[in-house]
Structure formats: structure tokens, C-alpha cells
């Protein structure tokens, strides 16, 4: 968009990231609109709260209707039952961007994840055009959230902008943030950056801090995005100790990655009446988010959204 544009719509605004947008975004547009399916309180005329559920499509497109742009937050941010993933991030994205079509926005971003590419080793340098590695079914699940945002623009000429959120925490938390930091105020610098870049049809971005130990290029994000990070993790390296067996190996996704993270939930939902199957702990079924929760619940992940 050549312009700052007039009214955004943020999906779960009330999830672990959706505050800091709400913020960032403050006067920066004309109104912000704070979509959500718990009550959301606006703080004065410049904002209008909507409670609605991104599994509803009238709802969504109704509450789109005027607006120039949608930050989609709202969704699943860590392993789930394949089911409930498929609900909340495939099907709940593909309705925000069709409610953006038929409202006639113009611009969607959307919250993707870094564990888009998770499985590459720690010392392999990613850029954002190369294969896509999952290292899980939430990973999966933001591939074709990525997938769907590709179709839409290509297809109906919607401008789509997906941030690889890195692990959004106020400050590094574990040995691997070092790597994946996103700090606050780049979070909100790269969602302003995804709304306001020019030529923009669809692009693909880490949404990363500038650590000087990351793992994912930002390249793209400065060239598509004109967006810079300012932040670097190396600030808090003090804490954490050089020999940590993090950096000795693996995938990017970090320890909890792989077969044991996926088989947790491998079945959950495939018994009688959608309950856990024959051979699954129940527990293991039951508790996750719902499906539209807002993204960003998983501690110092994406936000929901999402961050990771």
C-alpha cells in the first residue's frame, strides 16, 4: 500500500501478541477495529470492538466491510490435534481472506511462524524462498496458511504480507531466543512495515529480531518490506551459558521438535464422536485451545498470534 491505510481490523487482539499490535497501531491509523471472541473494551472513538469468531464468515466479512487492511492474529500457536489446527488456522485464514475479498480490502497480514521451516538444522543460514521444513503439524498447518495467502493474491489480486514470527517474549526467556528473539517493538515495527510497504503482492518474511546468533535471513523483509530490525538478543547473552547443548545441534525448532512432539498429539480426536481415540490418554484429546483461540498462548512462541 502507497498509503498509511485508514482502518485496520485486528483479529485476537486479545491473544499474547495482539496487545502490542493494538498499540504499535495507535495512531498510526485512523481506526482500529479489535475483533475477538472474548470482549474486547474499545479505549475511546478511534476504536470499535467486535466480538465474533473467525469460524463465522458473515460475521467476518461484516466486520471487514470499509476497511483497508487485516492483521490476522487469530488462530492456534503450538501443537495441537491435527483436527482443531486444520479448524483454527487453515479454515479460520481461509475465511478471513475470502470476508477480505468479498468486503473489498486490499491488504492482509497475516501471522505465519517460523516453524515453517523448523526442521533445518540450527547451523543452516534460511532465507525465506527456500523449502518449506516443518518440524510439526502447527508448522504444517502455517504452510498453508502461506499456501492460501499465495492463492489469494495470485488469484483475486489481494496484497498479502506472512510474518515467521520468532519467540515474541518482552525479553529472551531460553538459550534458543538468543536466535529467535522478536522484541516488542519490532513486532510492532514489522506489522507496521507489512501494512504501509509499496508493490506488494505476496511476500513471505522472517518476523525476527536483529540477533546476532539468528538463523533466518532478513533480507526479504528489508528489501520487500523496507523494514530493519533495531533490537538483538546478544544484549541478554550474559544470562545463558556458551556451552548450552542447544547450540550443539539439532533443528532450528529447538529440543521439543520432531517425532515425539508430533506423536503426542497423533489421533487426537479419531475416536467415536470425534473423542480420543481406543489407544490415546484422554488428556491428550482434550484441553487444547479451541479452535479460534488467539494466537500467541504458547509461551514465547508466535503469537497468535502467534509467535515461536
Known amino acids: ?59 467476518l466479512a461484516a466486520a471487514f466491510e470499509g476497511a ?15 483436527g482443531d489446527l486444520l479448524d483454527a488456522n487453515v479454515r479460520g485464514t481461509y475465511n478471513v ?67 515467521r514470527i520468532g519467540s515474541f517474549e518482552e525479553e529472551p526467556g531460553e538459550t534458543r531466543h538468543l536466535a529467535t528473539w522478536l522484541s516488542p517493538r ?20 522472517y518476523a525476527v529480531s536483529g540477533n546476532a546468533r539468528r538463523f533466518w535471513d532478513l533480507t526479504a523483509a528489508a528489501n520487500e518490506l523496507g523494514y530493519r530490525p533495531v533490537d538483538d538478543a546478544a544484549a541478554f547473552a550474559s544470562r545463558f551459558p556458551d556451552d548450552d547443548p542447544f547450540w550443539h545441534g539439532g533443528p532450528q525448532g529447538g529440543p521439543d521438535s520432531g517425532a515425539e512432539k508430533v506423536l503426542r498429539f497423533a489421533g487426537a480426536g479419531d475416536g467415536p464422536d470425534g473423542g480420543p481415540a481406543e489407544d490415546e490418554p484422554a488428556g491428550e484429546a482434550a484441553g487444547e485451545q479451541a479452535a479460534t483461540a488467539p494466537q500467541g498462548d504458547r509461551p514465547g512462541e508466535d503469537s497468535g498470534a502467534g509467535a515461536d
Open 1 to 59: 500500500m502507497d498509503d498509511k491505510p485508514g482502518r485496520i481490523v485486528i483479529t485476537g487482539v486479545a491473544g499474547r501478541i495482539g496487545p502490542t499490535v493494538r498499540a504499535g497501531l495507535r495512531g498510526e491509523a485512523g481506526h482500529l477495529v479489535l475483533l475477538d471472541r472474548v470482549p474486547v473494551e474499545a479505549q475511546d472513538a478511534t476504536e470499535t470492538a467486535v466480538e465474533a469468531d473467525i469460524a463465522d464468515l458473515r460475521a
Open 186 to 205: 519490532d513486532c510492532a515495527g514489522f506489522v507496521r512495515a507489512a501494512l504501509a510497504a509499496p508493490g506488494v503482492t505476496f511476500t513471505a518474511v
Open 97 to 163: 481472506l475470502e470476508a477480505a475479498r468479498r468486503a473489498g480490502v486490499r491488504r492482509v497480514v497475516l501471522a505465519s511462524s517460523n516453524h515453517v521451516t523448523g526442521a533445518y538444522p540450527i547451523h543452516h543460514h534460511v532465507f525465506a524462498d527456500e523449502p518449506p521444513r516443518p518440524d510439526g503439524l502447527y508448522g504444517v498447518s502455517k504452510v498453508a496458511v502461506e499456501a492460501l495467502g499465495q492463492m489469494y493474491a495470485d488469484t483475486f489480486g489481494l496484497e498479502v504480507v506472512a510474518l
Open 68 to 82: 483497508d487492511a487485516v492483521v490476522h492474529l487469530a488462530g492456534i500457536a503450538d501443537e495441537a490435534p491435527f
